[in-house]
């Protein structure tokens, strides 16, 4: 194929409830591989798969959950938004019950408060994509 | 890179204004290139360049238009939407003034107000595009 593209990933702004439908918080998780810090939970897409079949994957992966998607929040496609190539994110809203148990590239899964959320530890453009989830 | 992903494109709807910002209608272009038939302008994203910048530069190149980006419609990623590879479209909806001059990927530009778009005459699922920007 002579055309070049970016890579397409997916993340996800994961709503957390407890069984009595209370707000937990939002779920990231503190990466295995670099860059180091925490993050927004998301992947890559697969060729032949959907963005939203990949979200519902990457999550489940990541952080264990079933999650039902919300809605878009946005595009982030900077050429230097990560550090190890041109990625275009496509960055979902969603929710999710249960407890979050890392695995794949999460050493670690974590929920926070949204007024707990450490900015400065957030790697790629996450920080950015938190605070448009938080304004939207 | 080991990594194999899906090509993105943008798409633009573009609502067309005159001078006197009396709504013109949409602009459609007839395919020069297989698949042939009436399509929502549109093109590949460069390696290098944010989705924003690739959709006016393809805006441009296809109809000759300076665009202004309204906002993002959607994100269509079905495998089987496009019949020549995977490819992600990233569609947003813009507007501009003028007078649209087919170069690049169309033999023709067209221009539609809602109620007359050809809906069978369209390629990709941009029928499907343009009917979930006129129910949004």
């Known amino acids: 194929m002579p055309i070049k593209t970016p890579f397409v990933a997916v993340d996800g702004i994961i709503q ?11 779920v ?3 990466r295995k591989n670099p860059p180091l810090g925490l993050a927004v939970p998301g992947g ?3 060729v032949g798969e959907t963005v939203e079949d990949a979200l519902k994957r990457e999550m489940k992966e990541e ?3 079933d999650v039902e998607i ?3 929040l946005g595009v982030y496609s900077d050429p230097d938004r990560d550090p190890r190539f041109h990625t275009v994110s ?4 969603c929710r999710a019950y249960g407890i979050p148990v890392a695995s794949s590239d999460a050493k670690e899964v974590k929920v926070f408060k949204i007024e707990d959320i450490p900015f400065d530890r957030l790697v790629f453009d996450h920080s950015k994509i938190l605070k448009d989830y938080i304004n939207r």
Chains 1, 2 share one sequence.
């Open 16 to 26: 957390l409830f407890d069984e009595n439908d209370n707000f937990q918080g939002i």
């Open 70 to 72: 919300l809605g878009l």
């Open 44 to 46: 890559f897409v697969d």
């Open 63 to 65: 952080t264990g959950l």
């Open 90 to 93: 496509i960055t979902f809203v």
């Open 28 to 30: 990231l998780i503190e």
